[in-house]
């Protein structure tokens, strides 16, 4: 029986307010409007930044809410004037849209683009579709969706700039990360700091990201990746991916950043921070080198919080910088990365720690919490 133009009943995890579990419920989602597209999501990744979405501590968030935003799936029905999708297609829904026209778009210097919500409310991902009004109610109330994904539902409506097509023969069950943890740790290897062959580098905290991180400097061509991480049981993975040498700061009397500077004659060329702490992004830039050393910051900080940076440092050749979706424009990006999956360029295998079903989405959360989980997939 066909669904197209009806309202679908499905089960998606809403959180109700900020510090509570998700609540698995039976939700409405409207058929898709001008533009937009419904995705029956297959399988979704549980990320750290739905975490920081429901922490007492972010103020800003909206509820209730259905996160989510590292997921793939087949495109179920399409909106009118929609014509680059058609039922059955293989997707992953983009939370970094990319919609060709406009200035970010059109440059080469940026992968922002202004359908991006945060750029007009920086403060919240929570928020309805470009119409205002949301394609998700459940026991009669509007839910809000969340980085214009909403992928912990067992579909979803997107709008057209937000979803990309994939190769058909991909596991969706792996290629779900190339929609966020994947891309970002590897972009910000790749794309952000651009590590350099035979270039000395150091990644702080070793989840899904991070390691992902390691991976794109050993693709960059590094000489010696410091892996530096407070729990040591991620040392092993992050060796096979590429560490050369793996440093739990709570083995050493001095600060972290001293032991990595004099480890490598004077500091590394490129430190990358993956947890979101701002004591840590202070470390990360003061243990690379005076004259060209760069740090990157890939870890969202909670609360408004700002990095100790001292300006001599930067007078002294040090540079900063950030990566949102590790630098890549989506829509452009992402096939080729699951493409390059395909190609056993790189392996997603080895990052995904448990695939559950999509039931034990708290679970998944504990896993995350608790350090012993890279990444969690979660399977409808």
Known sequence: MSTVGKVIKCKAAIAWEAGNPFSIEEVEVAP????????????????????????????????????GH???????STGPGVTKFKPGDKVIPLYVPQCGQ?????????????????????????????????????KGKQIYHFMGTSTFSEYTVVAETSLV???????????????????TGYGASLNTAKVEPGST?????????????????????????????????KFSLAKELGATDCLNPQDFKKPIQEVITEMSNGGVDFAIECI??????????????????TCTIV?????????PVSPMQLIMGKKINATF????????????????????????????????????????????????????????
Request: glycine share 10%; proline share 4%; net charge neutral.
């Open 325 to 380: 979706f590790g630098g890549w424009k989506s829509v452009d990006s992402v096939p080729k990365l699951v493409s390059d999956y395909m190609a056993k360029k790189f392996s997603l295998d080895a990052l995904v720690t448990y695939t559950l079903p999509f039931d034990k989405i708290n679970d998944a959360f504990d896993l995350m919490y608790e350090g012993k989980s890279n990444r969690t997939v979660l399977v409808f």
């Open 102 to 138: 406009c200035k970010f778009c059109l440059s080469p210097k940026t992968n922002l683009c202004e359908k991006i919500s945060k750029i007009k409310t920086p403060i919240s991902d929570q928020d309805l579709m470009p119409d205002g009004t949301s394609r998700f109610t459940c």
């Open 32 to 67: 898709p409007k001008e533009h937009e597209i419904r995705v029956k999501i297959v399988a979704t990744g549980v990320c750290r930044s739905d975490a920081h979405a429901v922490s007492p501590s972010f103020k800003e968030g909206l509820f209730p809410v259905i996160l």
């Open 276 to 293: 979101g702490n701002v004591a840590v992004m202070k470390a990360a830039l003061e243990c690379t080198t005076v004259g060209w050393g």
């Open 70 to 76: 590292e997921g793939a799936g087949t495109v179920e």
């Open 299 to 307: 870890g969202v900080a909670l609360g408004g919080q700002s990095i």
């Open 201 to 233: 580098c150091a990644v702080f905290g070793l989840g899904g990201v991070g390691l992902s991180a390691v991976m794109g400097c050993k693709a960059a061509g590094a000489s010696r990746i410091f892996a530096i991480d407070i729990n040591k049981d």
């Open 165 to 183: 097509k994939i190769d058909a023969a991909a596991p969706l069950d792996k290629v779900c990360l190339i929609g966020c943890g994947f891309s």
